[in-house]
């Protein structure tokens, strides 16, 4: 979107901005971040996981305003679209209910079948039968799965080799503990630190969901939509002015969670 109404280009801030939004917006949801859907499918509920809004919300109201107006002088928004804007809305329902399906499956399976989900992949299979079933419609793009197959095999090494240590040798779950894993999501993927803190337990899962979900988002590849969002804008790659230019990303992580840490406490 950014793309089309910027069309003078997007400052790597706002960039950094982009990428925090859409990691936070995910932070308090089972169905918006993959750490947090790992939180879900392991029995951890969706409203002991909304508090982690409290943090977003915080961290939001102090990075958005003052990368929305850098870009805004810099790059003025341009109103009018260059060309006629039209919604496949077949392919917004099939969206829907790949959605609808995950939820379904998880939601069941936890309920009435909680054995067999720990030894099949319940959830995968639920979103690739929802997905063959509405190919018919709209077919996918199946190009993708080449790069896409790259980046799971790499994910599901990682969370294997994460399985592997000791979890007696690791910190004792606390705010510092929490804080640290948020900022080593920034340059270590979130998913295997994630994997990490199931495995030992007793963690005030709200504040970790925010700690790994928002963290990510200091530097560009501690995340996958940072990942994403600079294969549009290949600038954005340059680790030194993603910090310099989103500073205000990681000032914003440390207030978020600390506002969040001084509303909820720490409830592990």
Known sequence: MARHVYRNGVTIDFQAAIVAAA???????????????????SGIGALQLAPAFIGAIAAFAFFAPLTT????????ISRGPSSPVHIDWARVVIVW????????VNVIGN???PEP????????????????????????DWRVLIEATKGATFLVVLVALASLIP??????????SVFGLGIL????????????????GGYDWALLAYAVGFGGSILWFGSSAGVALTNIFPE?????????????????????????????????
């Open 111 to 113: 309920s009435f079948f």
């Open 236 to 268: 954005g790659r340059s680790l030194i002015q993603w910090l310099r230019n989103g500073w205000s990303v990681a000032v914003a992580y440390l207030i978020g969670f600390l506002v969040m840490l001084a509303v909820t406490g720490w409830r592990p």
């Open 117 to 140: 989900e720990k030894i099949a992949p319940a959830l995968g299979s639920g979103l690739w039968i929802a997905i063959l079933a509405t190919a018919a419609f709209r077919a996918p």
């Open 97 to 104: 209910i790949i959605l609808a399906a995950i939820i379904a």
């Open 185 to 200: 999501s920034a340059v270590f993927d979130n998913i295997p630190l994630t994997a990490l803190a199931l495995n030992q």
């Open 167 to 176: 979890v007696d040798r690791l910190p004792t779950p606390s705010p510092v």
């Open 23 to 41: 990691n936070g917006g995910g932070a308090g949801s089972v169905i918006g971040d993959t750490t947090t859907t790992m939180m879900w499918i």
């Open 69 to 76: 107006l850098q870009q805004q002088r810099r790059s003025p």
